[in-house]
């Protein structure tokens, strides 16, 4: 586990290129909620996710350890690709970012636009991975997975920024990917010798993670087909699920339902853009309001990037439902 001085190194590195994110408490959220809700809104980074944190802290490490490395090369559905592509791009190293295909259109465009190389392979995120190491063999690039200790590191500002500015919060949700973000929340809430309860959100079709954690071992699934790409992992990590299995309270799964209808009450309560993963933590939320009733609740919304149509499907609903 990282030391507090560790976390603020890695803090101040990524606060040189990105300003710390704001968390808000909004006076309908908390009232359709019945409890007093704090949201950190990593929507709100230059990628519009909390990514590009750990993206910043791995790459800085990479340039100054293998200044004429080839490049790095990656799998992802979205946000971990724009964070590498991003960072890699300040600090002037390749890479080559590989989607599954039918990957969000939005999110291609975006790694692009930051200047990665991009490969479309494979049915879902485990078989764009399994290429990926592939290519780095082939090509002479640095593999570079999803849950990575740096990577942990630079996320984990993120809680940093939350837990100091309200440090009484009784319950922290954090959606479950491969498990960087919620390992850096694990890691700044010991460094800070808190309180607050940590409880992972996962998608009901994407639940190896809440099945891991139940088993206490790990326990893939055999599809991950949720409109949340940022949680549709179906292999667990080792390594988060080791860290995971020490620092949560417990491990909640939302339905595709719950997760459109969050993400339009994001929108009405807050006009902020949510993403299926961003909008889950505010899903579990509400399917726990009465065990929360009363309490001070932190939401990560961890992203904004969706597709345009996934989100005229997410507004569909009841107007003011």
Known sequence: MPTLAELEAAADLVHRTITPTP?????????????????????????GAFKVRGGLVYMSDLKQA??????????????????????????????????????????????????????????????AYEFAAELAGERGLRMLRSFHPLLVRGVASYSLELLRAVPDLDTLYVPVGLGSGISGAIAAREALGLATKLVGV?????????????????VPTETSETLADGLAVRVPDEGALEVILKGVERIVTVSDDDILAAMRHYFSDTHNIAEGAGAAPLAALLNEREKMRGRKVGLVLSGGNLDRALYLQALGGHPTG
Not at 68 to 85: K, P
Not at 100 to 116: C, D, I, Q, W
Not at 204 to 216: D, I, P, R
Request: hydrophobic share 45%; aromatic share 8%.
């Open 66 to 127: 293998q200044p004429d490395l080839a490049g790095v090369v990656t799998a992802t559905r979205g946000n971990h690709g724009q964070s590498v592509a991003f960072a890699a791009r300040v600090f002037g190293i390749r890479a080559v970012i590989v989607v599954p295909r039918g990957n969000s259109v939005e999110k291609n465009l975006a790694m692009v636009a930051f200047g990665a190389e991009l490969v479309e392979h494979g049915h879902d995120f485990q078989a």
């Open 23 to 47: 968390q808000i408490c909004w006076p309908l959220l908390s009232e359709r909620c019945g409890c007093e809700v704090w949201v950190k809104h990593e929507n709100h980074t230059p990628i």
């Open 202 to 218: 996962v998608a009901e079709k994407a639940a190896t993670y809440a099945l891991s954690f139940e088993a206490k071992r790990p």
